[in-house]
Nanobody
Framework: VQLQASGGGLVQAGGSLRLSCAASGRSFGSYAMAWFRQAPGKEREFVAGISRAGATIYYADSVKGRFTISRDNVKNTVYLQMNSLKREDTAAYLC?????????????WGQGTQVTVSS
């Protein structure tokens, strides 16, 4: 599967952005999906994940209550709605995929989309 993330940009603190990650290839519904982020000089960190059918969702504590992950298996797309953005949310956001039965970790990665939150 190939992943293409989009939707990043510059936003003021307290604002919102919606990221999209479009997947090409077959069997999108076979992949668990996730968003990660990486700020300059910091390690990549998990943001949110969603199971194949969307029944199970989990978030990093730092974004819980502010971010919402969702997916559309018809459009082969996963989304990340980000509300109440903070400066510390500034990072490159990457989407990732894995096949739960086959892959122990996320092995398919898209390029990052930059989110910059200004004060």
């Amino acid at each position: 599967v190939q992943l293409q993330a989009s939707g990043g940009g510059l936003v003021q603190a307290g604002g919102s952005l919606r990221l999209s990650c479009a997947a090409s290839g077959r069997s999108f519904g076979s992949y668990a999906m996730a968003w990660f982020r990486q700020a300059p000089g910091k390690e990549r960190e998990f943001v949110a994940g969603i199971s194949r059918a969307g029944a199970t969702i989990y978030y990093a504590d730092s974004v819980k209550g502010r971010f919402t992950i969702s997916r559309d298996n018809v459009k082969n797309t996963v989304y990340l709605q980000m509300n109440s953005l903070k400066r510390e949310d500034t990072a490159a956001y990457l989407c990732a995929a894995k096949r739960p039965v086959v892959d122990d970790e996320y092995v398919y990665w898209g390029q990052g989309t930059q989110v910059t939150v200004s004060s």
